[in-house]
């Protein structure tokens, strides 16, 4: 992998953080920081969606278990809907970098546009599929979210979460017509939105 210019992703200490769950309508934002260790490198690591489910499994049992440090961090369905995706998605990774332990000496960011923090930091277009590090927080960030989709899918019945993990599908948006918008549900969301009573589509 191409290490970008700037923050040296093979310095030790330096973290990558990247979020999953931008485009769903329903469900949290979760973001994954992670910290590798240069003496116990994890073979394999790309962009989450270029993986299978099985092998992001695999490599996300190896990160967890290699790294020197990682972090779940998360923006719920409510500060999605009162701050808007993009910026409770910010939200989420400062979080999850701020729960690492030990603290990073910097952080790489996956995408154009870095949370306000006082991080050493740097964004990179593209970074979950060109430096491990941020390839290492895209993997946890997606079996995380994958997971409790599915268990979404249990507590709500008849919207399909764990097949299409909260996407606009037309089988999701065909149970959103026929069950209504549940409580995980993202009202800012034009295609739930729309099916709000008037007094509730703020």
Do not use: C
Not at 33 to 60: C, H, Q, T
Not at 75 to 92: G, K, P, R
Not at 117 to 146: E, F, H, M, N, T
């Amino acid at each position: 992998m191409t290490a970008p210019p700037g923050i040296n992703p093979d310095t030790p200490g330096v973290a990558g953080v990247d979020e999953v769950g931008r485009g769903p309508l329903a469900g949290d934002v979760v973001a994954a920081a992670v910290i590798l260790d240069p003496a116990n490198p994890v073979a394999g690591l790309r962009d989450s969606k270029k993986l299978s489910a099985k092998r992001r499994e695999i490599l996300a049992v190896q990160i967890r278990e290699q790294a020197v440090a990682w972090a779940i961090g998360r923006a719920s369905v409510a500060e999605i809907d009162s701050l808007n995706v993009l910026q409770a998605s910010l939200l989420a990774m400062r979080r999850a970098v701020e729960a690492l332990q030990p603290q990073p000496v910097g952080v790489l960011v996956d995408g154009n546009r870095l949370p306000v923090w006082s991080y050493p930091a740097q964004a990179v277009i593209g970074g979950d599929d060109s430096v491990a590090v941020i390839a290492a927080a895209s993997i946890l960030a997606k079996v995380q979210r994958d997971a409790e989709l599915t268990d979404l899918d249990r507590r709500y019945p008849g919207y399909g979460f764990a097949s299409h993990k909260g996407y606009p599908t037309a089988q999701h948006l065909q149970a959103l017509r026929q069950l209504g918008v549940s409580p995980v549900h993202r009202r800012s969301f034009a295609p739930v939105k729309n099916l709000l009573p008037e007094t509730h589509r703020g």
